[in-house]
């Protein structure tokens, strides 16, 4: 009978809790919920101040014990300073670790050398400076050094850390050069959401021109980078502030300032090494104002379009004077774009396909210019005649407009093996001086072609084979193939998505 009458009792119950209103139900569900969820929170709460007890009296042990193996006290027997329980237990050290200074756990330095080089053979005569604009590309038939990079980067304390690039290279004449490519501090626990980062680095403008040359896909840099950005990519002393937006998806603002002239500057206060820039000489300059400084904007924003796919727009911009005359300046605009598509049930990162683009668009105000160099009004030495006339050339002030584009895509088919399809692209207007002189070939059309198939024996090491299919205005059309080979020592730092 008992037992009836709980069956029945149950029975009843259900009946009344499936009588319930929807919306109290759902009231009840949603109650329960905020419940467990207040658990939760104090639970967690919970566990952080315990470990945070914990990770205090970790310390102490440790203070104590580094206490008792330093310089033994004359009051202290040596058995109690060398004895094993005092000394905290050995642990193996592999080159990959990180190494860590003066017992702090929290600084550390990764150390690590990374080594560049390719072979190959082109059909054209003017492999470095005209077919490849890249510092770092090959630059001969048989063998090039590409990079040698020594890297440090770590943690300075618990507000900064440090990173410093040395590089050394071999050019097509045997030549080694040594130079500081990175050397910077960044900021790690400003309020606000902002970060700030100084010393001598790449800027953040578009996506591949914050990379090193041995992260690149290719074996070579891109046409647009080359010819807007400079062969050595755009890089100077200065200073950045960037701020993560409080959006639901990946956000950031960054403003840099840095030095407008060299090299690095190659679209600005670049001398070009004493030899005609765009029909014009130029004269460097360096800074003498705030308005001489070079300032680049950009904006990244970062989307996940489901669990296997992610998005990365950006648009940057550069501003600053150049040096062709008192009051003339460049402008540099940029958008990227980055896709990826790698499956929930991919294994060490395979497979994958991904899609990077890049596009630019340059204002070059050439100031006006007078080839009568000694102004004695005959022409002599190296003032130039181009229309025959008997007199050195004058050339207007006018506006060079230049634009350019890469597309590359990844196709990651199987672990360690990558194929690789890149297209370049670059075109520009016909400026006055090149109706006087004929194309400029540094800013004349080009495009290339170049399919690649990269091997990861492991992470440690890679081995590339890449074709290029070049067609320069002027020049026609000439075919390379590259082999190139990486191998990298010790710890190196995780790079940018």
């Known amino acids: 009978m008992k037992k009836n009458a709980l069956k029945w009792l149950g029975l009843a119950s259900a009946l009344a809790v499936s009588a319930m209103p929807l919306p109290a139900q759902e009231a009840n569900t949603v109650e329960q919920l905020k419940k467990q969820l207040q658990e939760m929170q104090q639970n967690f709460e919970k566990q952080r101040q315990q470990m945070e007890a914990m990770q205090k009296q970790i310390e102490a042990l440790e203070k104590k014990q580094s206490a008792l193996v330093e310089v033994p ?99 097509s004449e045997g030549e080694s050069g040594l130079e500081v490519e990175e050397a910077y501090l960044e900021t790690l626990s400003l309020p606000g959401r902002l970060q700030v980062k100084a010393g001598q680095y790449f800027t953040e403008f578009g996506r591949l021109n914050q990379f090193h040359p041995h992260s690149w896909d290719f074996v070579d840099q891109p046409l647009v980078n080359g010819r807007f950005l400079g062969g050595d990519g755009l890089r100077n002393a200065g200073a950045r502030v960037s701020w993560l937006a409080p959006t639901p998806f990946y956000s950031e603002l960054y403003l840099s300032v840095q030095n407008s002239q060299g090299e690095t500057a190659a679209s600005f206060r670049n001398g070009n090494e004493g030899e005609p820039l765009f029909g014009r000489l130029v004269d460097q300059g360096s800074v003498k104002s705030f308005g001489d400084l070079l300032f680049v904007p950009r904006y990244v924003a970062s989307f996940d379009l489901t669990d296997s796919q992610t998005l990365v727009l950006g648009t940057s911009a550069a501003f600053g004077p150049n040096s062709s005359g008192a009051d003339t300046d460049t402008q540099i605009y940029g958008v990227d774009m980055f896709w990826k598509w790698r499956p929930v049930t991919q294994s060490k990162g395979f497979p994958f396909v991904s899609w990077q683009t890049e596009a630019m668009l340059r204002r070059y105000k050439a100031g006006a210019f007078d080839w009568d160099l000694n102004g004695d009004g005959i022409l002599d030495g190296d003032e130039q005649d181009a229309n025959g006339d008997g007199t050195p050339d004058v050339l207007p002030r006018e506006t060079l407009r230049d634009w350019g584009v890469y597309s590359q895509v990844l196709w990651g088919f199987r672990p360690r093996w990558v194929l690789g399809l890149r297209g370049d692209y670059l075109a520009g207007d016909t400026a006055d001086y090149e109706r006087l002189y004929g194309r400029d070939l540094q800013r ?26 070049d067609d320069r205005q002027g020049f026609g059309v000439d075919h390379s193939v590259w082999l190139q080979i990486e191998f990298l020592l010790g710890s190196h730092g995780a790079h940018k998505f």
Do not use: C
């Open 73 to 171: 006290s004359t009051n202290v027997p040596a058995a109690v300073v060398t004895s094993p329980a005092t000394i905290p237990p050995a642990q193996h050290w592999r080159p990959s670790d990180p190494i860590r200074l003066f017992g702090n756990q929290r600084n550390y330095m990764n150390i690590s050398f990374d080594g560049l080089f390719s072979a190959g053979a082109s059909t054209a005569d003017d492999i470095e400076g005209g077919l490849n604009l890249g510092a770092h590309d090959p630059v001969q038939r048989g063998f090039t050094v590409q990079n040698l990079e020594l890297t440090f980067d770590g943690m300075v304390d618990p507000y900064f850390r440090g990173q410093a690039n040395i590089i050394y290279q071999i050019d």
């Open 444 to 469: 004349a059309d080009r495009w290339r072609i170049s399919p690649n198939l990269t091997w990861y024996p492991t992470e440690f090491s890679k081995m590339r084979l890449q074709y290029n299919y």
